[in-house]
C-alpha cells in the first residue's frame, strides 16, 4: 500500500506559468517532507523540504506548501522553466528510534513548453 | 559543492556474472544509503548504514546481494549471481547523520544485465 501518492504521472505546463505537482500521504507519524528533482540517468536531486510544524518554505522560485489535516502537500514552481522539466518525487519520512527512512512517491513527469 | 561519487555510471553484464558499485558519500556524512531504482518507480532502500555499521538491510536480497562499508567511508554493493531482474539504477546516497532527513544522492549506476 502506498504511503506517499503522487496521484499524477504527468503534467505539462507553458513556460512562465506556475506548476503545482500535488503528493498525498497516509501516516500521521510522517514529520517531514521532501522533494527531489530526477533528469533521466541521473539521481535524485534535493529542491526543497518542510518539517511538519511548519505549512510553508520558500526557496527561490520553489514553494512547498503542507496541509497537515489534509495529509496533502504540494510544491509550486513559479515561473516554470524549460530546465524544469524532469521527474519530481516527494518523499516523506518519520523519526523510528534513532532512524528515519524515506518513503517515496512513484514521481510526476513534469514537461515545461517554451 | 561537495557531491556522492559512484562507479561505475554503466554496467552492462551477461546473468550468472558478478558485479559490483562503488560509492564515496559527501565527506563527513555518517550515514550511507544504496537504493535500486526501476523506471516508473521511486527508489527502493537496500541497504542503510551507519559508519561502518549497518542499520537496515531489511530489503537486500541477501542471497545474491551484498554490500560493506569497511572503514565507513566509501562503500561497495556487490551482485553474485547477477539475474534479468537486477536491471535497474543503483543509487547511492549520504546524509550527515542518522535521523536527519535529507540524504543527497550521485549520479547512480545504470546496470544492464542480459
Known amino acids: 500500500d502506498q504511503q506517499v501518492k503522487q496521484n499524477s504521472p504527468s503534467l505539462s505546463v507553458q513556460e512562465g506559468r506556475i506548476s503545482i505537482l500535488n503528493c498525498d500521504y497516509t501516516?500521521?507519524?510522517?514529520?517531514?517532507f521532501l522533494w527531489y528533482k530526477k533528469y533521466p540517468a541521473e539521481g535524485p536531486t534535493f529542491l526543497i523540504s518542510i518539517s511538519s510544524i511548519k505549512d510553508k518554505n520558500e526557496d527561490g522560485r520553489f514553494t512547498v506548501f503542507l496541509n497537515k489535516s489534509a495529509k496533502h502537500l504540494s510544491l509550486h514552481i513559479v515561473p516554470s522553466q524549460p530546465g524544469d522539466s524532469a521527474v519530481y518525487f516527494c518523499?516523506?519520512?518519520?523519526?523510528?528510534?534513532?532512524?528515519?527512512?524515506?518513503?517515496w512517491g512513484l514521481g510526476t513527469s513534469l514537461a515545461v513548453n517554451p | 559543492e561537495a557531491e556522492v561519487a559512484q562507479s561505475p555510471r554503466y554496467k552492462i553484464t551477461e546473468k550468472s556474472q558478478a558485479v559490483a558499485f562503488w560509492c564515496d558519500p559527501i565527506?563527513?556524512?555518517?550515514?550511507l544509503y544504496w537504493y535500486r531504482q526501476i523506471l516508473g518507480q521511486g527508489p527502493e532502500l537496500l541497504v542503510q548504514?551507519?559508519?561502518?555499521?549497518?542499520?537496515?538491510d531489511s530489503q537486500l536480497p541477501k542471497d545474491r546481494f551484498s554490500a560493506e562499508r569497511l572503514k565507513g567511508v566509501d562503500s561497495t554493493l556487490k551482485i553474485q549471481p547477477a539475474e534479468l531482474g537486477d536491471s535497474a539504477m543503483y543509487l547511492c546516497?549520504?546524509?550527515?547523520?542518522?535521523?536527519?532527513?535529507?540524504?543527497?544522492f550521485g549520479p547512480g549506476t545504470r546496470l544492464t544485465v542480459l
Open positions: 548504514f551507519q559508519d561502518e555499521s549497518v542499520v537496515d
Open positions: 518523499a516523506a519520512s518519520a523519526r523510528s528510534g534513532n532512524n528515519r527512512k524515506l518513503i
Open positions: 546516497a549520504s546524509s550527515l547523520a542518522v535521523g536527519l532527513g535529507t540524504q543527497y
Open positions: 501516516n500521521s507519524m510522517f514529520d517531514y
Open positions: 565527506s563527513g556524512h555518517a550515514t
